[in-house]
Nanobody, 122 residues
C-alpha cells in the first residue's frame, strides 16, 4: 500500500526556516519520482520542488535559491528545507509520488499525502 506522511509544518516569521519531511512506505520508495506541491486558500495547487530516482532536482522559480529538496534512501524519506520564508509561502504543502516526473510535475498526478500547513507571518 502506498503511503506518504508529511510533517514539519508550523508557523514562522518572515525570513525564518522550516524543514518538511515526507516519510514513505517501502512500496512507494525509491522507485518513484517525488515532489513537493503547495496550495494556498483560493489558489491552484502548484509544484514547488521535484527529485527523481537519480537525485536530479528541479524547482519552481519562486523558490529557487531558498528551498532545497533532498532524500534519504535509508529512511525512505524526502525533505524540503525552506529558508528565507516569505508570507507568500504560506500554504498547505503536499508530498507526491509518481514513476513519471512529467505526470507528477506537469499534471499533478500520483499518490499524495494529507499535507502539512506552513504559515509565514509576523
Amino acid at each position: 500500500q502506498v503511503q506518504l506522511v508529511e510533517s514539519g509544518g508550523g508557523s514562522v516569521q518572515p525570513g525564518g526556516s522550516l524543514r518538511l519531511s515526507c516519510a514513505t512506505s517501502s512500496a512507494t520508495y525509491p522507485n518513484k519520482c517525488m515532489a513537493w506541491f503547495r496550495q494556498a486558500p483560493g489558489k491552484e495547487r502548484e509544484g514547488v520542488a521535484i527529485i527523481d530516482d537519480y537525485g536530479t532536482t528541479g524547482y519552481a522559480d519562486s523558490v529557487k535559491g531558498r528551498f532545497t529538496i533532498s532524500k534519504d534512501n535509508a529512511k525512505n524519506t524526502i525533505y524540503l528545507q525552506m529558508n528565507s520564508l516569505k508570507p507568500d509561502d504560506t500554504a498547505r504543502y503536499y508530498c507526491g509520488a509518481n514513476p513519471s516526473p512529467q505526470r507528477l510535475w506537469q499534471a499533478g498526478l500520483g499518490y499524495w499525502g494529507q499535507g502539512t500547513q506552513v504559515t509565514v507571518s509576523s
